[in-house]
């Protein structure tokens, strides 16, 4: 029986690509920035895997990693692997860890369904996007808070950098906190700056720590 439409003739729905409508029929259509996450099967770390396609080959990843130290060793070779492959290769390809692996599934599905965060942006993405926040002297976008019954919460890691100190009010409350721009001061040291200088330089505050009744060490049991 022959559809009455000829939907045939019609071919595979476009969708956007760098500002762009494409009906999607070959590899070498793929362009877009985008991210995926995926897990490991013992649930134990997780990947975010950004990737900048152009006309279906890879030409810049992140790799980021949360999990056991295999994870983070797999890592850097899924970055040495991933650049210069088209995306199908890179979808079989071992790319070693599980999660990254899936970040690398969920991605590719995120580009050929048309779902890139680069896809009403004219000419997408310049390749160096990427790191766009790390060069920006943030260490990684990695948040590590710690929290327990009794004793409250813990900042111990936020995107501005190395917690030092908690700023609590009357209440126990957080109002703020002191940190080290890791970035900051690395960039620091590396320019030839006294590391206490250094040190001294990268440290700030956030919020309203100098309000603060009471600050403590988030790393000490109090």
Known sequence: MSCPMNIKGFGPSPIPEEAKWVQLKDITQVSGFSHGCGKC????????????????????????????????????????ILPGKTLLE??????????INDAMKNIFLQLVYGRSQSAFSEGGLAVGSALEDLGKTL????????SQ??????YLNLAEGYITKEGLDENGEIIGYEYVAIGALMKSLREGMDSKEAIQKATKTYGRFKEATTIIDPRRAE
């Open 90 to 99: 890179a979808l079989n390809t071992d790319l070693v860890c599980d999660a």
């Open 41 to 80: 099967a013992p649930q134990q770390g997780t990947c975010k895997l950004t990737l900048n396609v152009k006309n279906g080959i890879i030409k810049e990843a992140l790799v980021e990693t949360i999990g056991c130290s295999g994870m983070t060793h797999s890592a850097a070779m899924a970055a040495e």
């Open 149 to 154: 019954d009794g004793n409250g919460t813990r």
């Open 139 to 146: 260490t990684s976008n990695v948040g590590t808070v710690y």
